[in-house]
C-alpha cells in the first residue's frame, strides 16, 4: 500500500492509503477530539467528493476519541449511506471500542443501513 496523502495537525496524524482490495483506509493516530476533528473531517470530505466508494477508518492507533469524533464519524457515514459509498471503522484500539460500544453508534448505524439499502 503506498501512502497517497499524510496531514499532520497537533495530536492527530491523518494519512490515506489505497486498500489492497480496492478503496482507501484512512488512517487516524493520536488523538480525535474538538480540537483535531477539523483535519479528520477535511480528509474523509475529500475522498468523499472523489472515487473512492470503500473507505475504511483504522482507528487502531487512537489513544483518544470524543464525542466531536464520533460525531463525524456518524456524520460522514451517512453522507457516504446517501451517495452510494460506504465508509466503516475496520482496526480500532481497545479504547476506540469501548467508546463506539458505549454509544451504540455502529448498531445504529447499521439499523439505518439496513432500512435503507
Known sequence: MATS????????????????GGGVVLELVGELD??????????????????PTKIELDMSNLTFIDSSGVGA????????????????VGARSSLVQRVLQLSGVE???????????
Open 5 to 20: 496523502d499524510r496531514r499532520d495537525f497537533k495530536d492527530l496524524r491523518v494519512t490515506s492509503v489505497a486498500a489492497p
Open 34 to 51: 474538538l480540537s483535531t476533528v477539523s483535519i479528520f473531517v477535511e480528509a474523509l470530505n475529500e475522498l468523499l467528493d472523489g472515487e
Open 73 to 88: 464519524y456518524v456524520t460522514g457515514h451517512r453522507r457516504a449511506q446517501a451517495q452510494g459509498s460506504h465508509v466503516w
Open 107 to 117: 448498531e445504529v448505524l447499521a439499523e439505518e443501513a439496513a432500512e435503507n439499502p
